[in-house]
C-alpha cells in the first residue's frame, strides 16, 4: 500500500457525520460526502482524538469499544456502510472506493 503525505486531500470523507455503523454494531464508520473533504493528517488526528479508544452507542443500543482492530467503514448516519476496497489519486489528492456491506 502506498503511503500518501498528511498534507495529501481525502475527496468524499465528512469528519462531521461518525459513529457505530449501523450494519454491524461493533465497526465504526465516517460519513460519507462528495461536498467534503479531509486531510490525511486530519483523518489521523480525528481517528488517535475522538475514536481510538472510546466507547459510541450502536444505533439501535449497546456500548461499542473502538479499538486499532475496529474496521472502519464509509456510510451515512442510518445506512449500511460500505468497506474501503482501494484508494485511487484524483485531483492532486485520494478518493476512497467502497463496496457495501451487503455484497461481502
Given at each position: 500500500m502506498e503511503v500518501y503525505p498528511k498534507?495529501?486531500?481525502i475527496y468524499g470523507v465528512d469528519l462531521d457525520d461518525?459513529?457505530?455503523e449501523r450494519g454491524s454494531y461493533d465497526r465504526f464508520y465516517i460519513g460519507m460526502n462528495?461536498?467534503?473533504s479531509c486531510t490525511v493528517g486530519g483523518l489521523i488526528i480525528?481517528?488517535?482524538?475522538?475514536v481510538i479508544g472510546?466507547?459510541?452507542e450502536g444505533y439501535k443500543g449497546?456500548?461499542?469499544?473502538?479499538?486499532?482492530?475496529?474496521?472502519?467503514?464509509i456510510s451515512t448516519y442510518g445506512s449500511v456502510g460500505e468497506f474501503?476496497?482501494?484508494?485511487?489519486k484524483v485531483d492532486g489528492g485520494?478518493?476512497?472506493y467502497s463496496i457495501s456491506a451487503w455484497d461481502i
Open positions: 498534507e495529501t486531500t461518525f459513529g457505530s462528495n461536498e467534503s480525528f481517528l488517535e482524538t475522538k472510546r466507547v459510541f449497546g456500548d461499542f469499544r473502538m479499538d486499532l482492530d475496529t474496521p472502519i467503514l474501503i476496497v482501494d484508494i485511487k485520494i478518493k476512497f
